[in-house]
């Protein structure tokens, strides 16, 4: 292992100004986000779409530290023929790969899953080394419901991040540790801070036994939301708080950066949340985004598979990145949106 390159890489993930596009989506995702723009989900028009995105120079080259792959992302071409991941690489940014296998069904209990993809993941992180991954992406999901979290799905789920961890650093990878506590559901603030906060407190205490480096890994978690459907929502100050308060109280001075993921909230309001929590600011390490939805609602919604539409995608995805990169810093305005 070798540990200068993996801090170095996990700084580079989250340094100021920056953040991390969520371009990962599996086969079965992606046809549901072009579903509903009604284009046909085809390797062509995912390699088009995707490599528009890696070529909007600006966004790419000022705020998108680094990008999460796809399997079939990471091995595909560009239309002129050069790999998407040297596209990638050309905008200064760093290619990244998930290299879980899905979260599937947790035997003996009910409605909760654990994430698959141990079973020959060396071999694996070896490969995509050498395609230019330098880190990497593994989601543990945690739902809530009555009775849900059990201690069964919260400790197996976190005990496989760790063993994913582990294997990424041995790799020289850096692995983003991802364990998503989901916004569906009615519960309110405080459950879901209760329940991120057991979570995130056993996550950090297998990464211990497994022996991972935090300091050359990256934290990708949930804000601190009521669910969609709780009739109590919360204000964007409100979410900062306690979301910082959380995290205060889990995660080590030694991880150099967190990385949310927008998990469902609207583009503009997982913006907003990450602009608040960098305005408390004050805490040790940096925070920014690792968003899918949050970056490429609006230009998945602006191109619909049209060429014509190209230019227009792009700014759509630039202007989010710009908008998400200032709020990395606690300098996003609304009436930026509204200039737009
Ligand atoms: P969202 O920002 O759409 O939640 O996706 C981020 C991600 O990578 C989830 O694993």
């Avoid at 040297?86 to 905008?91: D, F, G, V």
């Avoid at 916004?183 to 991120?196: F, L, P, S």
């Avoid at 927008?262 to 907003?272: C, I, K, W």
């Avoid at 609006?298 to 049209?306: R, S």
Wanted: charged content about 25%.
């Amino acid at each position: 292992m070798n540990l200068d390159q993996l801090v170095e890489v996990a700084n580079a993930m989250v340094a100021p100004g920056k953040g991390i596009l969520a371009a990962d989506e599996s086969s079965s995702t992606i046809k549901k986000r072009f579903d509903a723009i009604k284009v046909e989900s085809t390797e062509e028009n995912r390699r088009d779409y995707r490599e528009m995105l890696f070529r909007t120079e600006t966004a790419m080259r000022e705020h998108i530290s680094g990008v999460i792959l796809f399997d079939e992302t990471i091995r595909q071409k560009a239309k002129d023929g050069t790999p998407l991941v040297k596209l990638i690489e050309a905008a200064g940014a760093i290619p990244g790969i998930k290299v879980d296998a899905g979260a599937k069904p947790l035997a003996g209990c009910p409605g909760e899953t654990i994430t698959e993809g141990l079973d020959g993941l060396r071999e694996r992180l070896k490969e995509y080394y050498g395609l230019g991954a330098r880190f990497a992406k593994w989601r543990a999901v945690i739902d809530i419901a009555d009775g849900v979290p059990t201690w069964t799905s919260v400790k197996a789920n976190a005990h496989a991040l760790a063993r994913y961890a582990a294997l990424c650093q041995e790799a020289n990878i850096v692995p983003i540790v991802e364990p998503e506590v989901l916004m569906d559901g009615d519960h309110d603030i405080q459950r879901c801070a209760d329940v991120t906060e057991w979570v995130l407190k056993t996550v950090y205490e297998e990464l211990y036994e497994q022996r991972v480096v935090l300091e050359g890994t990256v934290l990708k978690p949930n804000m601190i939301v009521p669910g969609k459907k709780s009739a109590k929502q919360a204000s964007v100050e409100e979410v900062a708080e306690r979301t910082v308060m959380v995290l205060e109280r889990c995660v080590p001075v030694a991880v150099p950066g967190i990385a949310y993921l927008s998990g469902g909230q609207s583009d503009e309001l997982a913006t907003a949340h990450l602009d608040a929590m960098n305005r408390i600011g004050g805490f040790p390490w940096s925070m920014t985004f690792s968003y899918g939805r949050a970056l490429q609602a609006a230009p998945q919604k602006a191109w619909g598979g049209k060429k014509e539409n190209v230019s227009a995608a792009q700014a759509a995805f630039a202007h989010r990145a710009k908008m998400n990169g200032l709020a990395s810093l606690g300098q996003w305005e609304k009436s930026l949106e509204k200039a737009a």
